[in-house]
């Protein structure tokens, strides 16, 4: 009998409150992002501004690198201004005017938009990582009168590269060294080689400034006095005790160079930073003293753009965000109407055990299919289960009808109680617990605790004796029994479980193989085969082989069917294992089962780890 689901565990109620919340958040998520799509594009108009201000910044670093004072820049911002649209102002750095490209509200109090020193770049600005700006050359620029001697090298340099099919060209540095330039690739590494005279020569003029830089660096590290800095042109530092002191310092020198090798980090570090405080120094005669940048809107005199929600626009969020969560509201409950439907009546179905009405291809309509197809996998599981039973019944009931037949015999003195008897009794009570373990391993493979104990075992023993212990058996059918074995394979395998897996199989192929047949047994590496030359398995039984109390005989003898346990068990040990048991077969041609097994613990299965961890 069907009853209505409590409205609070109704898919609609839920589905409403979901709804509502996914409404709330979705208007509040619109919200937020309508707010930072505005605030991004406020960002781009500010990001636009910081590209003029780094255009600004770039001319005026430029001009300040290249002259000792700010006299001559107002042309310049002047005509920035201009082609800018804003304003520019430059002042000192507390705030006096140096120059103005236009009028208007006093930026005292502004923020400045970038500070314009040469010796203290910012990087932020130039994306260098350089803080002194290059042209800013002073007293190690190169006279004219000394680049003749440079130019000669650079064309040398450029003609040993093209000697060797490099090419290239040559430049002039902001301070008056030439440099050559490569223009295609140098795939041998000849560039270091050809202009190695070019990178280490220096004017005299060069040279009298480097030298005073290396004295102020060596004084900035507190260095002895007999130890230099030796600055290159490129401002490269050397570490070197002093000639005339060489003799006095001795083994000294090892330690103190040490400290300020390029491999120690924290030394490198300190030279550097001294080498760059001493050439600013030299330097700042020869710029013009640090200045502060504004680049602002000419009426406003803001440098940047602000965002206001304004009451209006605040009303209007609130009635669009009410009117949204009411049409949300209304929708849901009719979608979930509409969803509930086919959901009732799939209760309805599944209570009455018939086939759940298939609507169509959206979801409900998947469920009903999967509704569908697990009633049919319900039905053919317990058809399955009723079959098992049966057989189980058969199987068990055989020998124990003739344990008790012989017993009756013996009670009424229709048969002796004699060797024959006990004998007879004997096979019939092995034959009963034959099947007992069968289903036994079966039931422990199908909960999970069929136990392996792996170890490293030879496959030409296990195969040896199988053969052994079933060449009788072969003997009597009129089977030939072969085994093939290519080298010495070992597996990680549970011998005893090896051994019942292939006897299984070669049990099996014995069976089913007629007089005069071979049956071979092979290894190869982590393989093994079983091969029989019978009657073979017709194609639509072959994925019936492995299933439990199959036979290829419909009548169920036990003589030519066996119990129908031997197969299933084998592929359950082979999968214990972490390996695949498989079967291809030809009718009338025989059946070849193969046997694969992993060649290391790590591809076991869980249970057979476990075991070979304890």
């Known amino acids: ?93 507390d705030r006096a005017l140096i120059a103005d490209s236009g009028t208007g509200p006093s930026l005292r109090t502004a923020r400045p938009s970038a500070r314009i020193d040469p010796l203290d770049l ?44 490099v090419g290239g060209k040559v430049e002039q540095l902001p301070n008056g060294r030439p440099t050559v330039t490569l223009t295609t690739a140098d795939p041998d590494g000849i560039a270091p080689r050809c202009g190695a005279d070019l990178r280490s020569a220096t004017t005299p003029g060069e040279r009298k400034a480097l030298d005073r830089l290396g004295r102020s660096a060596a004084r900035c590290l ?54 760059e405080k001493s050439r600013r120094a030299m330097l700042r005669p020869h710029v013009p003293p640090p200045a502060l940048l504004f680049v602002t809107d000419p009426g406003t005199g803001a440098d940047r753009t602000r965002f206001t929600l304004s009451p209006a626009n605040t009303t209007r969020i609130v009635a669009t965000t009410g009117a949204v969560l009411l049409v949300t509201i209304v929708v849901t409950v009719l979608v979930g109407r509409r969803l509930v439907r086919p959901l009732r009546a799939l209760t309805e179905a599944a209570d009455r055990h018939t086939p759940a009405p298939v609507s169509g291809h959206d979801e409900i309509g998947r469920l009903a299919r999967a509704l569908n197809d697990s009633a049919e996998r319900r039905d053919r599981a317990e058809t399955q289960r009723r079959a098992m039973v049966s057989d189980v019944a058969h199987e068990l009931r055989t020998p124990l009808t003739n344990i008790r037949s012989w017993l009756e015999a013996a009670q009424d003195d229709l048969a002796p109680t004699d060797a024959q008897l006990l004998s007879l009794l004997h096979e019939e009570a092995m ?36 053969a052994d212990g079933h060449r009788a058996a072969a003997d009597t059918a009129g089977v030939r029994l072969r085994t093939g074995i290519e080298g010495d394979p070992v597996v990680t395998a549970d011998p005893v479980r090896l051994r019942q897996l292939v006897g299984n199989l070669v049990s099996n192929a014995i069976r089913h193989t007629p007089p005069g047949g071979t049956v071979t047994v ?59 048991l498989t079967v291809e077969s030809t009718p009338g041609e025989g059946a070849t089962f193969t046997l694969r097994l992993p060649a290391s613990l790590d591809a076991l299965g869980p249970s057979a780890q476990e075991n070979s961890a304890l």
């Open 1 to 93: 009998m069907s009853t209505r689901v409590p409205l609070r565990h109704s898919l609609v109620t839920r589905l409403l409150v979901t709804s509502v919340l996914i409404a709330v958040a979705a208007i509040a998520a619109t919200a937020w992002l309508a707010t930072r799509t505005a605030t991004r594009a406020i960002t781009q108009e500010q990001g636009r501004s910081l590209t003029e201000e780094k255009g600004v910044y770039d001319l005026l670093v430029g001009y300040a690198a290249t002259h000792a004072d700010w006299k001559g820049a107002a042309p310049l911002i002047d005509k920035r201004a201009a082609e800018l649209g804003r304003r520019i102002t430059l002042t000192t750095e």
């Open 122 to 165: 910012d990087l932020g600005l130039t994306g260098g990582d350089q803080r002194i700006d290059p042209r800013a050359a002073g007293p190690f620029r190169v006279t004219p009168a000394e680049r003749p001697m440079l130019r000669k090298m650079a064309t040398a340099e450029l003609s040993c590269l093209r000697r060797n099919s």
């Open 222 to 275: 507190n260095m002895p006095a007999t130890f230099t800095v030796q600055v290159g042109p490129g401002f490269e530092t050397t570490l070197a005790k002093s000639r005339s002191d060489s003799a006095r310092v001795g083994d000294e020198v090892v330690p103190m160079l040490a400290l300020f090798e390029p491999t120690n980090a924290a030394g490198a570090a300190r030279v550097r930073g001294c080498v």
């Open 431 to 466: 034959l009963l617990q034959h099947v007992i373990d069968d289903l036994s391993d079966l039931a422990a493979a199908d909960a999970g605790t069929l136990r392996v104990h792996p170890a490293p075992t030879p496959v030409a023993d296990v195969l040896t004796q199988v």
């Open 522 to 580: 092979e290894a190869h590496d982590t393989t093994v085969t079983v091969r029989d030359t019978g009657i073979g398995i017709a194609p639509e039984n072959l994925p019936k082989v492995f299933d439990r109390f199959w036979r290829a005989d419909e009548s169920r003898s036990r003589a030519t069917g066996g119990s129908g346990l031997g197969l299933p068990i084998a592929r359950k040990l082979a999968e214990a294992h972490g390996g695949t």
